[in-house]
């Protein structure tokens, strides 16, 4: 019942910007959009989180369309730590606002 | 930073023993979850837990699970009998609220059974 589409793998170069896709065409207008990240071996880590307006914040952007049924995470400039597994999550209303997990992206960094 | 602390980091048991597994969720927090992620799979939701109650669970969490706040400071996750197919890495993770906001996860317990 994952309702957030993102690519199994991608892979970007260090010091350059990424930007990670995420479709969500099912998303409601009170869903909020989450990323979240895991590095290996590691607990879940909190990037970002929006609803409608695109977010900075020390970490990364999310841009979200205008139609809210997709979204982009963009590092601005990747390191070798930034290499991690990506998770695009809605935050369901309906659900009391639970978090659900797709099966995210993993993302390469060569140096 | 305030943290959310696990323990153990792993624990093996024998099928069919019971297992807790302890979380020491961020002071402040209201809410508090456990995840699991069986390994090379995505995270799965289990439940939440709010005001000493929970608030949703999965269909993941049946009769076998439990979760309790024994006082102030620790949230435990207990299995009353493991399955084999228990194994995974269990997350806490807790939030200041329920909506707009981030949830800090703790860095996993590994429960073997075996």
């Known amino acids: 019942d994952a309702k957030t589409t993102q690519p199994n793998s991608m892979e970007s170069n260090e010091e350059e910007p990424v930007h990670l896709p995420c479709n969500h065409s099912?998303?409601?207008?009170?869903?909020?959009i989450h990323w979240y990240r895991q590095l290996p071996s590691q607990g879940p880590e909190y990037v970002i989180h929006g609803l409608t307006s695109n977010v900075n914040n020390r970490m990364a952007s999310l841009a979200i369309a205008e139609d809210r049924k997709s979204s982009t995470l963009i590092l601005h400039r990747a390191t070798l730590r930034d290499a991690a597994v990506y998770y695009c999550?809605?935050?369901?209303?309906?659900?009391?606002?639970?978090?659900?997990w797709g099966a995210g992206t993993k993302l390469i960094i060569k140096p | 930073e305030p943290e959310v602390t696990q323990t153990p980091s792993h624990q093996v048991t024998q099928m069919g023993q019971e297992v807790i597994l302890r979380c020491v969720p961020i002071s402040n927090h209201l809410y508090f979850y456990w995840y699991r992620q069986i390994l090379g799979q995505k995270v799965e939701f289990l439940v939440s837990?709010?005001?000493?109650?929970?608030?949703?669970k999965s269909e993941i969490f049946d009769d076998q699970f439990s979760v309790e706040r024994p006082d102030g400071s620790n949230f435990t996750l207990k299995i009353r009998s493991t399955k084999l197919e228990d194994s995974a890495m269990y997350f806490c993770a807790s939030s200041e609220a329920l909506a707009n906001t981030e949830a800090f996860f703790g860095q996993g317990t590994r429960l073997t059974v075996v």
């Open positions: 837990f709010y005001n000493n109650e929970i608030s949703e």
């Open positions: 999550i809605l935050s369901v209303m309906d659900s009391n606002y639970q978090l659900i």
């Open positions: 099912t998303i409601s207008g009170t869903d909020y």
